[in-house]
C-alpha cells in the first residue's frame, strides 16, 4: 500500500488529526527526519546548502465529515482504486498532497536540497486555518530573522493545472433583526417585522457592495457580499405567530485595500435600522504573491502547462501574506473533487507532483 492509500486509511476529520500526525512522524523518522511538534501540527526541517534561503512546504491534514455514506460508492476511509485513481476522503482535499510530501521528504535526505526546506503538516484547515497560522508565528518568532529569503508553496488541490497566487480575505458575519412578535390573525399590530427589517438590511449591503467596486484589485478582483448565505425566523409549527428575531449568515470576500475596513464600513451602512452584526470567526485576511516573485518564475518553468490563477476560495495562503513571505499554491489533487462524495485523487499526478517540487526547491534555493 502506498502513501496516499495509508493516509486515506486513516480517520482525520478536522479535530480528530492526531493518528495522522503520528504516522507522519513515524515516516519522517524512519527517513531519518527528526519532527517537532507545535500544538497539534508537525513540523520537520531538512537543512539544504544555502542555509540563508528556506523553502517551506505547507499541507493540512485534517478533512471535511464524508456526510451521506449512501452517496459514497464505497466506504470513504477504505481507499479504493480503479483505473489510475484512488478514491476515498480527502483524497485530493487533500492527503494526496501530504503524499508528494512524504515523498519528497524521503528524496531530499538522500540528495542534500539547494537551500533548507521546511515541512509543516497542519491541523485545523477546514475550521479556522488556525494550524497553519500557529506554525507560521513560531516559524517567525524563531527563524523569521535566520533568513534572507523565505518562500512557501502550499498544496492545495489544483490538478498541477493551475499556479494559484492568491486569494480573497473574508469575513463571516451573522446579522440579527429584531421586530415585534404577535398573532397571525392581527398583522395590523405589528409595525417592526423582523424578517422586512432583514431585507431592508439587505438593501443596504447591496448598495455597500456597489460603493466597494473602487477596492478592485488587479489580481484578485472586487471584493463581494453573499447575502442569505443561510436564514432563520420563526417557527413553522407556530404559522400563527410572527417572529420577534430573524437571523441570516452573510459571507463578504474582500481584497487588500479594504479588508481592514470592511466591518467598520458594514456596521456603518447598518446603523439605527435596529440589526446587530456579529463576526462568526476571525476575519482571514487576503492572500497574495506577485506574478513576477522569483517562486512563481521558477514555478511556472517546472510546471511550464500550469496557468497562473486566483484562488476562488479562501486558503491558509493568508498566514504566509500576513508575515511577507511569498508563496503559492500548487498541488496534486483535483478542485473538482472537493467536499464531494466519491472523492478521487490521480495516482500519477501525486509523483509528478513531488518531482516538480524537487525542481523548485533545486532551482530556486539557487
Known sequence: MNYIEKLIAIQSVSGSEQKIQEYIVNELKKFGIVPQKIGENVVAKITGKNNKKALL?????????????KLW????????????KVYGLGASDEKGGVASLLLLAKTLVTSIPACDVWFHFVVYEELDGSGTRETMRWFMKQYGNAYASMAGILVEPTGLEEIQIGHKGNIFLKLTSYGDSGHGSRPELVKNHA?????????KLKKLEKKWSVYKDNILGSPSIALATSMHAGDEHAPNKFPDTCSSTVDIRTTPAMHDI?????????????VSVDTMYAPASYGRTFETDPLVKVSRTVFSNAAITVSAG????CFFTDVGIAAIIIGPGEKECMHIPNEYCILEKIQQASGGYYQIVQAWGK
Open 57 to 69: 512546504f505547507n499541507a493540512h491534514v485534517d478533512t471535511v465529515p464524508e456526510g451521506n455514506r
Open 73 to 84: 460508492k464505497a466506504d470513504p476511509f477504505v481507499p479504493t482504486v480503479r483505473g489510475d
Open 195 to 203: 424578517v422586512f427589517v432583514m431585507y431592508e438590511a439587505f438593501k
Open 262 to 274: 470592511a466591518l467598520q464600513q458594514v456596521n456603518k451602512a447598518l446603523r439605527g435600522l435596529g
Open 314 to 317: 479562501s486558503t491558509d495562503q
